[in-house]
């Protein structure tokens, strides 16, 4: 039940398994299912009852391990509906909105467009693979009953959603610039030409304009969801004591 527990825990926090599109049942059947596959090589659990207080805190604490390990992915994935969202909301487009299956809010279309391709990038680069790996080793690194994270991992765990804002803006910075530049030019157009009514042609200019920078930028995205996604698994290693700091 313990690392049942772990592994569901990993699968309702992690990239493509937690939306809200994926009932439940399917969630609990793959959980089940790689547990009786990782069951042979993990340590016998020193517990043997079930209803204590001991066994109800250690099964929060496997919870949450798991939680946090899926959780650093997640992180890589709002990465990207976040600088969705900035590029959105400086071309314009941040009117389009739709329902994010992730977190069940609206969020603009950008922000989902950039969701999908960096949930496709995350299958594409065997991720999941690498999620059912870190988790196997995490019953090493911290065995069920006899290891138990400290708080400066749970502070680094904080510290490293840094890493999303500052990847976020490294993406949508040519966007940016770029609309700055635009919205220059209709400052020049509208001091050279005051009878211009630049709001009934600048809010359309601005969101063909972001739709073109958008296509021209988008050869990044592959590069920046594979930096962000080796930080992340670097960041992991260092969590589970596997690789160098």
Known sequence: MLPFMRISGLFAAMIGLSAQSIPVTVRTLLALFLTLVIMPVIKPVPFDNLVGVGAIVEVIQQIIIGVAIGFISM???NTFVLAGQIVAMQTGLG?????????????PAVGQFYLVLATLLFWTLDGHLAMIQMITTSFDAFPIGEAWWTAAQFRDIAEW??????????????????????NLAFGVMT?????L?????????????????IWVTLENFVSHFATQWQRAQQFMCELLLICPT
């Open 191 to 195: 001091k050279a030409a005051p009878q």
């Open 95 to 107: 009117f389009a909105s739709i329902v994010d299956p992730v977190n069940g809010i609206n969020v």
């Open 197 to 213: 009514n630049i709001f009934s042609i600048g809010f359309s200019i601005a969101q063909i304009t972001g739709l073109i920078i």
């Open 75 to 77: 992180m890589v994935l």
């Open 161 to 182: 959603a840094s890493w999303m804002f500052v990847s976020a803006v490294t993406l949508s910075l040519a966007p940016i610039v770029s609309l700055l530049i635009v």
